[in-house]
């Protein structure tokens, strides 16, 4: 039987390009696929070229162990972490920042809340559960457990990747930090000579200058000025003399500690308001390096939910309740 010659070019240049399209569909890959393959063949490239051995897990992000502890405290979900670091950045192999405070570690706590990591950049979150107390690890991590596309002139440009040498210093449970922090505030108050009244909940109540007005209730709305500080009275947050703060005491406004003393106030009152971190802002979130936290909570659309405030973080309140409605 004879074939057309035709026919048959045809069929063969079909066949070509069926294959041709099939393989261009197989190798077409996102620009997020683009973005890990790039990252790691980066990754590994300085891995090589340095002759480290490191391995990879199954976020992308490679660690190589420094020093192993098989007798510490193995971290699992829930812990709060205390670490010292130092953050390069791989491709300019420069520093980006350090923390060597043994005595003040970073603490973060070891879990997710709600669609935010505990820290930033992620891949810390996702990775610190493989390490023990006393153990150092360096963490190698892309830009897609890190910052993505954010970019600060001041620290990385868009789709750096890091590395993180990590010594973890202390695993605590929140029952534990909260009795440190406890500690902490009856020591403040008592170097501070201060007379105090407390209550279950621990918080502390400090009159400064008596009101004689009336207190509010669960439904007012307040107007008041506010600075809120840490123990050792670095100033977070505060109201200016012109604008004053104006809240309804209804549970959504105002942190717990926050509402629940204003309402121990009197109209026309100064006070301090002194509280654990479980009144205030709690596990918060944790920020590498640390000068974004006041970057990104000044920038309520890039980081709606970033809080000022350091996570476990002990906090003051000196208010001057002005009015009542």
């Not at 590994?44 to 510490?72: F, M, P, R, V």
């Not at 505990?118 to 107390?133: D, F, Q, T, V």
């Not at 654990?276 to 980081?303: C, H, N, T, Y």
Request: net charge negative.
């Amino acid at each position: 039987m004879k074939i057309n010659k035709n026919i048959t070019s045809t069929i063969y240049t079909a066949l070509f390009l069926i294959l041709l399209l099939t393989g261009c569909l197989d190798s077409s890959e996102s620009e997020f696929e683009r973005q890990v393959r790039e990252a790691d063949e980066m990754i590994l490239n300085y891995l090589e070229t340095n002759n480290i051995e490191a391995e990879k897990q199954q976020s992308g992000i490679y660690i190589e162990k420094l020093h192993e502890n098989q007798d510490g405290k193995q971290v699992v979900e829930g812990h709060i972490v205390g670490i010292l670091y130092t953050m390069t950045h791989l491709e300019g192999d420069y520093e980006v920042e350090a923390h060597e405070d043994s005595l003040n570690p970073l603490r973060f706590s070891n879990s997710l809340q709600g669609n935010y990591h505990s820290i930033y950049p992620a891949g810390l979150n996702y990775e610190i559960g493989k390490m023990r107390e006393g153990e150092k690890y360096r963490f190698f991590i892309p830009s897609y457990q890190a910052f993505e596309s954010y970019s600060h002139k001041d620290f990385f440009d868009a789709y750096s990747h890091f590395i993180i040498e990590t010594e973890l210093v202390e695993v605590k449970t929140e029952d534990e930090i909260y009795e440190e922090e406890r500690a902490s505030i009856l020591n403040y108050i008592e170097e501070h000579q201060l007379e105090a009244a407390s209550y279950p909940n621990s918080l502390f109540h400090i009159v400064l200058e008596e009101g004689d007005g009336d207190h509010p209730s669960s439904s007012s709305q307040v107007t008041l000025h506010f600075s809120r500080k840490y123990l050792d009275g670095t100033v977070i947050e505060q109201t200016t003399d012109d604008e004053p703060l104006s809240a309804n005491l209804n549970g959504s406004q105002l942190v717990r500690g926050f509402e629940d003393g204003v309402l121990l106030m009197r109209e026309g009152e100064k006070a301090k308001l002194i509280m654990p971190s479980k009144l205030a802002f709690g596990k918060s979130i944790q920020v590498i390096p640390q000068a974004l936290r006041e970057i990104w909570a000044a920038d309520e659309e890039l980081m709606p939910f970033m809080p000022a405030t350091k996570p476990f973080s002990p906090v003051i309140y000196e208010v001057e309740l002005l009015s009542i409605q």
